[in-house]
């Protein structure tokens, strides 16, 4: 592997309501703690990497099943000195619930207990789905084994959960302050002003969460706005709108937390979900 050249492909496949995927070569690359509204699973290709999940690091070697749920608070880097390779993708909890209402196995979207896995068998399978993503045309092949590769990892390692049970024990106060960032991601809103909302000081409000939901919120609030600005870009809007639409103070703002969050630039992305496939050479 090289140490000097990062290589992201990022692509956007229509199958199963549309999956993001990406394959990528890093060697200097540092995702800041993030969460997605989709799951991440990963496999290892070479090197090994570092990251943090479900309050505490891992690492995962060639080979190995990287998973993280949906809205889990993340990071990464290399684990070695000279980097590490892997094939992504992030299908959203509505793809895994319909899989598992029909496999029958557990209730609602699945958790994975484990943040790293080792299942060879599996590894490969995924393998297959993201080589016959990257290089076929044919819609039944591809949403099979997408559907056979999901299906498999849910009946393997996913646990049920009941919807809503990562925040049960959330009081309704800071249920409140999220709700608000999540519904408008791009306001100027001041803590004061947030604990006036909750009803709650502001101190209070930024140690309880932070404890629920992993990021205090000015944290949070970006990873709202990269989630609206998502959804911009895949309609097709220019760059510098979106990054003001959505709050960030200019398009360097704004290109700077996507990249640390998504390892590709927006206009990557923008790219790759209107074309469907994208190389990015650093």
Avoid at 19 to 25: I, K, Q, R, S, Y
Avoid at 244 to 251: E, M, T
Avoid at 253 to 271: I, S, W
Wanted: net charge neutral.
């Amino acid at each position: 592997m090289s140490s000097k050249t990062e290589i992201a492909d990022f692509a956007y496949a229509t199958e199963l309501g549309g999956v993001e995927l990406l394959n990528a070569t890093y060697t200097k690359q540092t995702f800041s703690r993030h969460s997605h509204e989709g799951y991440t699973i990963g496999v290892i290709e070479s090197g090994a990497q570092r990251f943090y999940r479900t309050g505490g690091n891992h690492i995962a070697p060639q080979h190995s099943i990287i998973l993280v749920n949906a809205d889990e608070v993340h990071n990464g880097c290399s684990a070695t000195e000279h980097g590490w390779a892997y094939r992504a993708m992030y299908p959203t909890p509505e793809v895994f619930e319909t899989i598992s209402r029909e496999l029958g196995v557990i209730h609602g979207a699945p958790y994975f207990p484990d943040a790293v896995v080792n299942d060879p068998q599996l590894a490969e399978l995924l393998r297959m789905m993201f080589t016959t993503l990257d290089t076929s045309g044919n819609r039944l092949v591809r949403e099979s084994l997408l559907y056979t590769s999901l299906a498999k990892l849910v009946a393997r390692h996913g646990r049920s959960t009941k919807k809503g049970e990562r925040y049960s024990s959330a009081n309704v106060s800071l249920l409140l302050v999220k709700q608000f960032l999540d519904e408008h991601p791009e306001s100027n809103i001041s803590l004061q002003e947030l604990s006036v909302l909750a009803g709650i000081s502001a101190c209070h409000l930024l140690r309880e969460f932070q404890k629920q939901f992993g990021l205090p919120p000015h944290t949070y609030q970006i990873q709202a706005r990269l989630r609206h600005a998502k959804g911009l870009l895949r309609q097709g809007n220019n760059q510098l709108d979106v990054a003001l639409a959505c709050g960030f103070h200019d398009q360097s703002h704004f290109h700077r937390h996507f990249k640390r969050t998504m390892g590709v630039t927006p206009g990557h992305y923008a790219k790759a979900v209107s074309c469907n496939n994208v190389q990015v050479i650093y």
